[in-house]
T-cell receptor
Framework: GQQLNQSPQSMFIQEGEDVSMNCTSS?????WLWYKQEPGEGPVLLIA?????ELTSNGRLTAQFGITRKDSFLNISASIPSDVGIYFC????????FGQGTILTVHP | NAGVTQTPKFQVLKTGQSMTLQCAQD?????MYWYRQDPGMGLRLIYY???????DKGEVPNGYNVSRLNKREFSLRLESAAPSQTSVYFC???????????FGEGSWLTVV
């Protein structure tokens, strides 16, 4: 079946640092999504990507749909303490598949 | 802006008891889902309903049943709860099965 390999599994960074995480697969997809889950809440959509090569920003967040349609990355610039949470990638080609998540900890 | 609403938020069950988690969405979405989330396991799909009147097994369906009551509501039932079903359960919905999924706030279930 379709599997997403999300890395890194966890990150411990200082406030102000930039963050980069990615998802890769051996399968091609036509949609890539990035979600954030804060403690005690459900995942919330951050960015949706619908076209290979697409680069989309949402404030300090930037995500790209890989040109091969098999990968995507999410960057967070100038991290702040409220960026803490679990970030999930998800990709779809008829059915949505989730990555395992990246746990982000930001030290003030 | 209700979106996806699920109840209860917290529940403690004894082994062998049954219960139903309720979910409703007000976005006129066709597809609805139940996921469970365990530490280190990410989100695992239990069951989904691609459209009203249909349900299908996901990755981890054993021990669960679902009912798509109408377009708005999709319930998850544990007939005989087991400690292995201690988890956080998320209901979600989307316009179609390959569209963006929107999640509820989660239900924390503990089976003792």
């Amino acid at each position: 079946g379709q599997q997403l390999n999300q890395s890194p599994q966890s990150m411990f960074i200082q406030e102000g640092e930039d963050v980069s995480m990615n998802c890769t697969s051996s399968s091609i997809f036509n949609t890539w999504l990035w979600y954030k889950q804060e403690p005690g809440e459900g995942p919330v959509l951050l960015i949706a990507l619908y076209k290979a090569g697409e680069l989309t920003s949402n404030g300090r967040l930037t995500a790209q749909f890989g040109i091969t349609r098999k990968d995507s990355f999410l960057n967070i610039s100038a991290s702040i303490p409220s960026d803490v949470g679990i970030y999930f990638c998800a990709a779809s080609y008829g059915k949505l598949t989730f990555g395992q998540g990246t746990i982000l900890t930001v030290h003030p | 802006n209700a979106g996806v609403t699920q109840t209860p938020k917290f529940q403690v069950l004894k082994t062998g008891q049954s219960m139903t988690l309720q979910c409703a969405q007000d976005m006129n979405h066709n597809s609805m889902y139940w996921y469970r989330q365990d530490p280190g396991m990410g989100l695992r799909l239990i069951y989904y309903s691609a459209s009203e009147g249909t349900t299908d097994k996901g990755e981890v369906p054993n021990g669960y049943n679902v009912s798509r009551l109408n377009k708005r509501e999709f319930s998850l039932r544990l007939e005989s709860a087991a400690p292995s079903q201690t988890s956080v359960y998320f209901c979600a919905s989307s316009r179609g099965t390959d569209n963006t999924i929107y999640f509820g706030e989660g239900s924390w279930l503990t089976v003792v």
